[in-house]
Nanobody, 123 residues
Framework: QVLLVESGGGLVQPGGSLRLSCTAS????????IGWFRQAPGKEREGVSC????????YYGDSVKGRFTISLDNDKRTVYLQMNSLKPEDTAVYYC????????????????WGQGTQVTVSP
């Protein structure tokens, strides 16, 4: 009953920036955590960042701390991921997801997933 749509991906040079957006639609009475995950070719999907709706607490994967920032606009029902100082290692398909409880970056605990948006970091 929740549809998540990502946007904002693209091709960027190393050191550049992108801002990803994830907009939710449908009726979701309760959601406590919105997260971003990514999957690079040949690798497992990994947690990038998440934000708690209840208290605003955020979590970041070690590889993106200090470079990425997650935020939430409740009026627009949109979560953003500001990605700065991008590295080639950040190249992946990025997914947003929603969890009905506060679970941090525990992938299996997320209930709804978007279709993903491609981020490519290359000279």
């Amino acid at each position: 009953q929740v549809l998540l749509v990502e946007s904002g991906g693209g091709l960027v040079q190393p050191g550049g920036s992108l801002r990803l957006s994830c907009t939710a639609s449908g009726r979701a009475l309760d959601y406590y955590e919105i997260g971003w995950f990514r999957q690079a070719p040949g690798k497992e999907r990994e947690g990038v960042s998440c934000i708690s709706v209840s208290d605003g607490r955020t979590y970041y994967g070690d590889s993106v701390k200090g470079r990425f920032t997650i935020s939430l606009d409740n009026d627009k029902r949109t979560v953003y991921l500001q990605m700065n100082s991008l590295k080639p290692e950040d190249t992946a398909v990025y997914y947003c997801a929603s969890a009905s409880t506060q679970v941090g970056l525990v992938e299996w605990a997320y209930d709804y997933w978007g279709q993903g948006t491609q981020v490519t970091v290359s000279p």
